[in-house]
């Protein structure tokens, strides 16, 4: 027995990291999101980036997917897949909207879900995303920025008109909201109105 214990101790070690090891459910689409129907399992968790990188990039706390193998499951991961749940929580993809390989985390859910992450850096996107007209050429962007997804998946940057629309038929909201005059950096005034907007709606 005593010969057979090195190896019953590393088959027990092994078996114990296995079980330990952080997973996640990869949500391919929204509409998989939406049905809570995960249809991915990834072997690994979301990793914040440090708090240095968060300084220099004005306070973006995206994650991503470390030593991910094989390069298949790491290419899906970061520019196919919706989003993924780790841990209770939900990360969204920002590659589909912003062509940037990273994860953001949500914020808020219910009729409108919010999060924080980077402002999308190419042509079309910004378009897309209401951070320029659909004529005007490519701004440089900085830093970190709110975005609203809608009940059909649609991402937007949120910005204070943009709030106020989504918020208009809430009329005490409505006069609240004009009496703050926000502007575009209190992003987290304007999900605070977001948060009790969808409180009206459950």
């Avoid at 939900?90 to 219910?110: D, V």
């Avoid at 937007?156 to 918020?167: F, R, T």
């Avoid at 992003?187 to 969808?198: A, H, Q, S, W």
Wanted: glycine share 6%; charged share 25%; hydrophobic share 35%.
């Amino acid at each position: 027995m005593i010969k057979y214990f090195p190896l019953i101790l590393a088959f027990a070690l092994a078996s114990t990291h296995a079980f330990s090891q952080s997973t996640s459910k990869g949500f391919r689409s929204y509409d998989e999101y939406l049905n809570k129907a995960p249809s991915l399992n990834i072997p690994y968790s979301p990793i914040q980036r440090t708090e240095g990188n968060v300084f220099m990039t004005g306070g973006i706390q995206n994650y991503y997917f470390k030593k991910v193998k094989p390069k298949e499951l790491k290419n899906r991961i970061d520019t196919e897949l919706w989003g993924v749940e780790s841990d209770g929580m939900i990360y969204i993809n920002s590659y589909p909207y912003s062509k940037i390989k990273r994860y953001n985390k949500i914020e808020g859910f219910g009729f409108y879900t919010y999060f924080i992450g980077e402002p999308a850096r190419t042509l079309d996107e910004q378009r897309e995303l209401g951070i320029i007209g659909p004529n005007d050429p490519l701004i440089q962007v900085c830093c970190q920025t709110g975005y609203v997804m809608f009940n059909d998946g649609l991402v937007k940057q949120l910005n204070p008109e943009l709030c106020k629309e989504m918020i208009s038929d809430n009329q005490d909201l409505l006069e609240e909201f004009e009496k703050a005059n926000l502007e575009m950096e209190d992003v987290y005034e304007m999900f605070d109105f977001l948060k009790r907007y969808n409180s009206s709606k459950e």
